[in-house]
């Protein structure tokens, strides 16, 4: 099932038909989860990749030997795909873990009244739009990225595939306060204190590890393991599918990174729109990577979702 050139519109939001059908989105809105369900939720591009391994080691307790020998989809197979109810038939990971891009409004009915632990998963935007435009080159099962400020304005208009950014972010964390199950986790989080994230993580989990394990977990990863990881860098998609000629899936993983791609003037206009389309909404975001003179150590860097905020 290629479908390259195929796209899906579901409830106004474009989807790639190479992994998804009309079919395979209806399903996902009645899927039954369990109780038991471990269920990670993301905007493409947000940290979600790690997130996988993260849970794949808490699972293991730190031994990477399922997470460097199974594909991460897989592990944690995506819940609108085409291919989903078979892959996590055969899934190995107990309890089952699921992901998905889905926005609230759309995913938030089919899980309320379940015990399923949800990590919510989050990035700065600046950083997702990059990150997303160098996705496009790569994957030959999204639309032409076209120029960058043509992206950007794509991004900003949530006319690309997957949807607002706003609209899912927004839509996501504000359960946070009324869903006991429901965990947000940024991807500056998981660079900047690593080992606090999987502390947090295993103890929403209900799987506390002891401190050999979490370092085990911390080792195998970080984004250098899962960049040499083939089971986690997406090197094993076929080349024409992926062009592993244009990019590589995990590229820097550094917070800041927009700086290569923003103009002045893109940066006012991101702001612009940015402070429009979020001014109900309370959450901060950690912009770019402190230096580490001004920082001292891990510890010292506010890591919650109101850290310091810059642009």
């Known amino acids: 099932m290629a479908r390259l050139d195929v796209i899906e519109t579901f409830h106004g939001i474009l989807f790639p038909g190479h992994l ?13 989860f369990q109780d038991t369900d471990i269920v990670i939720v993301s905007y493409p ?5 790690w997130m996988q391994e993260i849970v794949s080691l808490i699972s293991s307790r730190g031994d990477p030997q399922v997470s460097q020998t199974v594909p991460n989809w ?9 291919y989903f109810a078979v892959v996590l038939e055969a899934s190995p990971t107990t309890p089952r873990v699921i992901t998905s891009h889905l926005p609230h409004h759309l995913l938030g009915p089919t899980l309320q009244g379940s015990k399923a632990k949800v990590i919510y998963v ?23 990225a076209g120029s960058f400020p043509e992206f950007l304005n794509r991004f900003l208009e949530g006319t690309l595939h997957y949807g607002s950014w706003f609209d899912h972010i927004k839509g996501w964390t504000s359960q946070t306060a009324t869903m006991n199950n429901l965990l947000h986790i940024t991807y ?14 295993s103890s929403h989990l209900h799987s506390p590890l002891l401190e050999d394990e ?3 977990c911390v080792k195998h990863c970080r984004f250098s393991s899962m960049k040499d990881n083939k089971m986690a860098n997406y090197t094993l998609v076929p080349a024409d599918i992926m062009d592993h000629s244009k990019g590589s ?53 506010p890591l919650k979702n109101t850290a310091v905020k810059k642009s």
Request: net charge negative.
């Open 20 to 32: 998804h059908t009309q079919d395979s989105l209806q399903l996902a809105l009645k899927f039954p």
């Open 45 to 49: 591009k947000s940290g979600t990749t």
């Open 74 to 82: 897989t592990r944690a197979p995506w819940l609108e795909h085409h």
């Open 122 to 144: 989050s990035r700065n935007p600046k950083d997702v739009a990059v990150s997303f435009y160098h996705f496009h080159k790569i994957a030959n099962f999204l639309p032409e």
């Open 188 to 201: 500056e989080e998981m660079s900047l204190d690593l080992h606090g994230v999987i502390k947090r993580v």
């Open 214 to 216: 979490i370092n085990n």
């Open 249 to 301: 899936f995990m590229r820097k993983g550094k917070i800041g990174d927009w700086k290569s791609m923003f103009t002045e003037e893109l940066n006012q206009y991101f702001k612009s729109i940015f402070q429009s389309k979020m001014e109900d909404c309370a959450l901060e975001f950690v912009w770019e990577e402190q230096h580490k003179e001004e920082t001292h150590t891990n510890e010292q860097i």
